[in-house]
C-alpha cells in the first residue's frame, strides 16, 4: 500500500519537473528495506493489527527436561481412604472455616429471628438487670468473647486439607503406624511436624516452604479445636497456637534464606524482557492462520486453540492479571464493555470473587487496555461462537474437528485393507501405518461418544476461555477451567511460550502464567514508570510492597547499573 502510494505520488512530482524518473528505483529501493523493518518492530504490530499471513509457522520441536521428584500422591492419603473420625474432623474443620459454616449461620439465624420492634418493649429494670449480668459474664471471661474469624477462601482451603492428608499419608507409609492409631491432635504435634518437614526437604528435595505449608495447616487446626478455649482476638493465649507459629515463622526465615538463590537459577530458565514478551504474542498470532506450514486448511478446533492461547498470552503480556481472573471471565457478566472518559470502548473486568476478597471486602473492577479491544471482539464475535454453535448438531461437531462419519468409514476401509497388506500408497512400515489409522479411528469414535456430553456443555458455557479437550479427556468440551483444572490453563501457556521462544530466540522459556506478573513488575520500573506502580499494583490485585518484591526477584544489579552507568555523574 505505501510503496503504490510512493509510485502515484513520484509520478506527480516527475511531471512536474521536481526529480527525474531515473532516481524512482532508488527511493523505491529504501522505502521497502524501511517499510520491511518497521513492520517487525512489536510497537507497529501493536497499533496495526496486521490481517493474518496466508500460513502458520512451521512449529519447531522442543522437549523440555522435567526435574525428578518423587510425587506426593505415592503416599498422601484420599479422603476416601481415611476411618470414620478422621473424615467426620475433616468436614467440621471445613466447615469451622469456610464461608457460610455453622458458626457464622447460627449468628445470622439469632439476628433474622428477632422479634419486632413493637415486641421488645420491656421496663427499664428488666433492661438494667440484664446489662448488669452481661457485665458480670464479660469480666469472667475477659475482654473478648472470641478469637477473630477470618474465613478461608476455597484455594486456601484445598492447599492446607492436602497437607494434611500428605502428613497423615507420611504417617501410615513412611513411619508405620496404623491408620487407627492416628487422632486429629497428631498435625498438631510439633516432634511429628518437626519430623515430617525434615523428610520433605532432605529425602524429598524440597525447600523450607514445606515446611512453612504444613505449620500453617497445623496451625489452623490448632485454632479450631481451641476456638472455644480463647479469650483473645489472634488466640495468643493458647501456648498450642504460639507454639506453632514459631514453628511457621521458623520455617519461614529459613525460607527466606534459601529464596534468593533458588529465584535465581528458576528465572534463569525462564525469564523474557517485556520486549522480548511482545514478540511472542506477535508470534502467536501468526500461529491463527488458516492454513498450517504446508497450506493444508486447518480444522475450526485447530484455529480456535490458536486463538485462545494467543488471546490469554496477550492478556498476560498487557495486563497481568492473575490467571484464575482469567479462568473467570464471563462475557457480560464479569467481563464487560465499556465506554472510558475519553469516549473511546474497552473491555473491563468486574470480579466478586477473587483471592483478596476476603482481605479487602471489595469486587476488583478495572478496565483492559485498548490494544485487548480488536482481539476480544474478533474472539467473542467470531471464533468462540464457532465451538458453541458446532456442538448443535454431531455432523458440525464432527467438522469442528476435521472429521466427519464419511470419513470414519474410509479409514476403517483403509484398516481392513492394510490388515491384509494392501494400501493406497507405498508406506515405509506396515504396522506404523495401521497403528496411525487405529488412532484417527479411535480419535473420530472418541469425539462422536462424546458429542451427547460436549452439547450439554456447549449450552451452558458462559465463560470467555473454555476447555477444548483431547484424548482421554473429550468429554470435558465446553467446560470451564475451574480451580482444580488451573494447571491445564499454567500447562497451556508454559508450553507454547515455550514453543514461541524456541522458534524466536532459538532457546525455550516455559514460562507460567504468573511469571509475567513478575516480567510486568520489572519492566513498569526499569522504563521510569516508578511513580505508576501503585496503579500498576491495583491491576494486578496485589499491594506495592508486593509488586516491588515481584521486581526484585528478577531485576539484576546489572539492570540497574546498566541504566545509570554511562552518566550518573551529569
Not at 496495526?48 to 499471513?53: T, Y
Not at 474469624?149 to 476455597?154: A, G, R
Not at 503480556?317 to 457480560?332: D, K, S
Not at 467481563?335 to 472510558?340: M, S
Request: proline share 3%.
Amino acid at each position: 500500500m505505501w510503496l503504490k502510494i510512493f509510485r502515484e505520488n513520484f509520478k506527480t512530482a516527475v511531471s512536474l519537473g521536481k526529480t527525474k524518473q531515473s532516481t524512482q528505483g532508488n527511493y523505491s529501493s529504501a522505502l521497502g528495506r524501511f517499510l520491511k523493518w518497521l513492520q517487525k518492530e512489536t510497537w507497529y504490530q501493536e497499533i496495526f493489527l496486521h490481517n493474518l499471513p496466508d500460513r502458520a509457522p512451521c512449529t519447531i520441536p522442543i522437549s523440555r527436561k522435567w526435574k525428578p521428584r518423587v510425587q506426593d500422591y505415592e503416599y498422601g492419603l484420599k479422603v476416601e481412604e481415611l476411618p470414620e473420625h478422621l473424615s467426620v474432623f475433616l468436614r467440621e474443620w471445613q466447615t469451622f472455616w469456610m464461608p457460610h459454616n455453622s458458626i457464622e449461620e447460627e449468628n445470622s439465624q439469632k439476628c433474622e429471628n428477632l422479634p419486632r420492634r413493637e415486641t421488645l418493649v420491656k421496663t427499664s429494670v428488666e433492661r438494667r438487670n440484664k446489662r448488669e449480668k452481661r457485665r458480670v459474664e464479660e469480666q469472667g471471661r475477659g475482654t473478648f468473647d472470641r478469637p477473630v474469624l477470618i474465613k478461608y477462601s476455597d484455594k486456601t482451603f484445598k492447599n492446607y486439607s492436602k497437607s494434611v492428608l500428605r502428613f497423615w499419608g507420611w504417617c501410615i507409609n513412611v513411619e508405620c503406624y496404623s491408620v487407627d492409631e492416628i487422632t486429629i491432635n497428631w498435625i498438631t504435634d510439633k516432634i511429628l511436624l518437626e519430623d515430617y518437614a525434615t523428610h520433605l526437604i532432605q529425602d524429598r528435595g524440597r525447600s523450607s516452604h514445606s515446611g512453612v505449608s504444613i505449620a500453617l495447616a497445623a496451625l489452623s487446626v490448632a485454632k479450631y479445636l481451641t476456638y472455644k478455649d480463647s479469650r483473645r482476638r489472634d488466640w495468643s493465649d493458647i501456648p498450642l497456637v504460639e507454639e506453632l507459629r514459631n514453628l511457621c515463622n521458623q520455617y519461614k526465615g529459613e525460607y527466606n534464606k534459601q529464596k534468593p538463590q533458588s529465584d535465581e537459577e528458576k528465572w534463569e530458565e525462564k525469564e523474557l524482557a517485556h520486549e522480548e514478551a511482545r514478540k511472542v504474542v506477535w508470534y502467536l498470532y501468526q500461529h491463527c492462520a488458516k492454513l498450517n506450514a504446508r497450506g493444508e486448511k486447518r480444522s475450526a478446533s485447530a484455529i480456535l486453540k490458536a486463538w485462545r492461547v494467543y488471546l490469554i498470552v496477550k492478556i498476560l503480556v498487557y495486563a497481568p492479571i492473575r490467571q484464575q481472573e482469567i479462568r473467570n471471565l464471563r462475557e457480560g457478566d464479569t467481563l464487560i464493555r465499556v465506554k472510558d472518559k475519553n469516549g473511546a470502548e474497552r473491555y473491563a473486568v468486574r470480579i466478586r470473587n477473587h483471592k483478596n476478597l476476603n482481605k479487602t471486602g471489595k469486587s476488583r473492577y478495572y478496565p483492559l487496555p485498548t490494544v485487548l479491544t480488536q482481539d476480544l471482539d474478533i474472539w467473542l464475535q467470531l471464533i468462540r461462537p464457532t465451538a458453541i454453535e458446532a456442538a448443535k448438531n454431531l455432523d458440525d461437531y464432527l467438522k469442528f474437528f476435521g472429521y466427519s462419519l464419511e470419513l470414519e468409514k474410509q479409514l476403517s476401509q483403509r484398516l481392513e485393507e492394510a490388515k491384509k497388506g494392501k494400501t493406497l500408497r507405498k508406506v515405509k512400515n506396515l504396522e506404523d501405518y495401521i497403528s496411525s489409522l487405529k488412532k484417527r479411528i479411535k480419535a473420530i469414535h472418541g469425539r462422536i461418544e462424546s458429542w451427547e456430553v460436549a452439547k450439554a456443555n456447549a449450552e451452558k458455557c458462559n465463560s470467555v476461555f473454555f476447555i477444548i479437550g483431547t484424548g482421554n479427556s473429550q468429554t470435558s468440551f465446553c467446560e470451564p477451567y475451574t480451580d482444580d483444572r488451573f494447571s491445564l490453563l499454567c500447562e497451556l501457556v508454559s508450553w507454547n511460550v515455550g514453543g514461541a521462544t524456541n522458534a524466536l530466540f532459538g532457546c525455550p522459556k516455559f514460562l507460567n502464567p504468573h511469571g509475567f506478573r513478575h516480567i510486568g513488575s520489572k519492566h513498569l520500573r526499569l522504563i521510569g514508570k516508578a511513580n505508576c506502580k501503585e496503579a500498576f499494583s491495583s491491576l494486578q490485585g496485589h499491594s506495592v510492597e508486593i509488586d516491588d518484591e515481584y521486581a526484585a526477584q528478577i531485576t539484576k544489579d546489572y539492570d540497574l547499573i546498566e541504566e545509570i552507568v554511562d552518566d550518573w555523574w551529569e
